[in-house]
């Protein structure tokens, strides 16, 4: 396929979301076509459902915000890039509010009957034998949200205008399911619904070329390093009876580890305990030098995007 060439273009009605597959390399646009409204998103490993977007780890790796030149995460224990944002014109997303739902437009809003992001999520991936219970918490592009002085989260309204769009690029193949959000009883999408423009490419080289190097790891884990890699098809949980706990790194072991520092080296090292934020020990304030040194390492780690085909 050629860089660039469009492989899929339509319009993401109000009420509804669509579940699209984007392979490796392949871009995902979303774009305003009125502006000020919210897309509730989510991407699943195309070849093991198990595999999915996790909001926790990438609101850890990137915070609130994430935006262009930033990852989105796929949930322990596999913790591996599954997108990268190309491209954010507007630079206002949410990874801490969860998907809306229909419990909550009727416990919180007395409205029983409401479009919402859960059942949108569910309907869609419904296309490819997912259920209810395999909606995860969503990434919300577009959404203008803060925390307030107290530590609570609130929804401001939108800056997204009409032509703003996100441009994600998949690192492997993955399903992807954008919705428009369902909510229009508050400021998400400054209180009403509009249609979104989606449209899947073929990245071009320059592209692929920005994505930062992120190494591949051992703890990065996949079914084959687990004890029980089949998936549980029956919904009542049983003791299995041969159970016998297999922690790993179970029991801990600990050793005294003698370490040579130059005397440029201890004098950095009493420097950064005398800051008082990096441990009151010389060992304490070792374990932060080893931790820079792993960045400094992961930084400079091998490109490897080709890598990553699951
Ligand atoms: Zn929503």
């Known amino acids: 396929m050629s860089d660039g060439a469009i492989i899929e273009e339509f319009i993401l009605e109000p009420g509804t979301g669509k579940a699209i597959e984007i392979l490796q390399g392949q871009k995902l646009r979303i774009e305003q076509l009125e502006g000020g409204q919210c897309a509730d998103?989510?991407?699943f490993n195309l070849h093991d459902y198990k595999e999915f977007f996790h909001t926790g780890r990438t609101r850890h790796m990137h915070g609130l915000h994430p935006t262009k030149g930033d990852f989105l995460w796929s949930a322990p224990p596999r913790e591996r890039p599954m997108m990268y944002i190309l491209e954010d014109t507007t630079g206002t997303n949410d990874v801490l509010y969860p998907r809306c739902s229909a419990f909550l437009y009727e416990f919180q809003y007395g409205l029983p009957v409401h479009t919402n992001c859960h059942d949108m999520q569910a309907e869609a991936q419904r296309e490819f034998g997912l259920t209810p219970d395999d909606v995860h918490d969503s990434f919300n592009f577009f959404m203008h949200t803060g925390v307030d002085s107290d530590g609570r989260p609130y929804i401001a309204r939108q800056t997204a205008k009409k032509g703003d769009y996100v441009e994600l690029i998949a690192m492997f193949d993955v399903l992807a399911v954008p919705n428009v959000c369902g909510a229009d009883v508050?400021?998400?999408s400054d209180f009403s619904f509009k249609p979104l423009r989606i449209v899947v490419s073929m990245?071009?080289?320059?592209?692929?070329e920005?994505?930062?190097?992120i190494p591949i790891l051992g703890s990065q884990r996949k079914p084959k390093d687990f004890r029980?890699?089949?998936?549980?098809?029956?919904?009542?949980?049983?003791r299995d009876l041969s159970y016998r706990p297999e922690f790993i790194n179970y029991p801990i072991q600990t050793k005294e580890l003698e370490i040579t520092l130059s005397d440029e080296e201890y004098e950095a090292l009493q420097a950064l305990k005398g800051t008082g934020n990096y441990g009151k020990t010389d060992g304490e304030a070792l374990r932060y030098i080893f931790f820079s040194w792993w960045i400094e390492k992961f930084m400079k780690g091998p490109k490897h995007f080709e890598d990553l085909k699951t």
């Open 41 to 43: 998103f989510n991407c």
């Open 186 to 188: 508050m400021a998400t």
């Open 203 to 208: 990245s071009n080289e320059a592209e692929r």
């Open 210 to 213: 920005m994505i930062p190097r």
């Open 228 to 238: 029980n890699a089949v998936i549980k098809a029956d919904r009542e949980l049983q």
